[in-house]
């Protein structure tokens, strides 16, 4: 999966590389697993209705180790905080994931 961001890599080099440097802070190892930062990014992604970002960061997190199972339990926060229809984007983005 290409980053969606890579135009900025020729037309902006100090811009992709400060996006590049502040996604190696939030990613780096610490208490919170990998896996586990994908699965808060994924709740967020579902929160601000962004379909591609849902998709980009379920696929990352089961690569990540995380199961269909986390992944549903992670909408389930995110319905509830969000409401149902934040649930209409993550369905559309899942829908050849799970």
């Known amino acids: 999966m290409s ?5 900025f890599q020729k037309a902006d080099p100090l811009l992709f590389a400060r996006i590049n440097d502040a996604k190696t802070l939030a990613y780096q190892e ?3 697993s990998l896996k ?3 699965l808060i990014a994924l709740a967020i992604d579902v929160a ?3 379909e591609s970002g849902i998709r980009s960061l379920a696929a ?4 990540n180790g995380a199961s269909e199972q986390e ?3 992670t909408l389930r ?3 509830y905080i969000c409401g149902v229809g934040s ?3 993550a369905a559309q983005a899942l829908k050849d994931i799970l």
């Open 60 to 63: 990352q997190a089961m690569e």
């Open 77 to 79: 926060i995110a319905s």
């Open 30 to 32: 610490g208490e919170i």
């Open 3 to 7: 980053n969606p961001l890579s135009i």
């Open 87 to 89: 649930m209409y984007t």
């Open 48 to 50: 601000k209705n962004s």
């Open 71 to 73: 992944i549903l339990e």
């Open 36 to 38: 586990h930062k994908l």
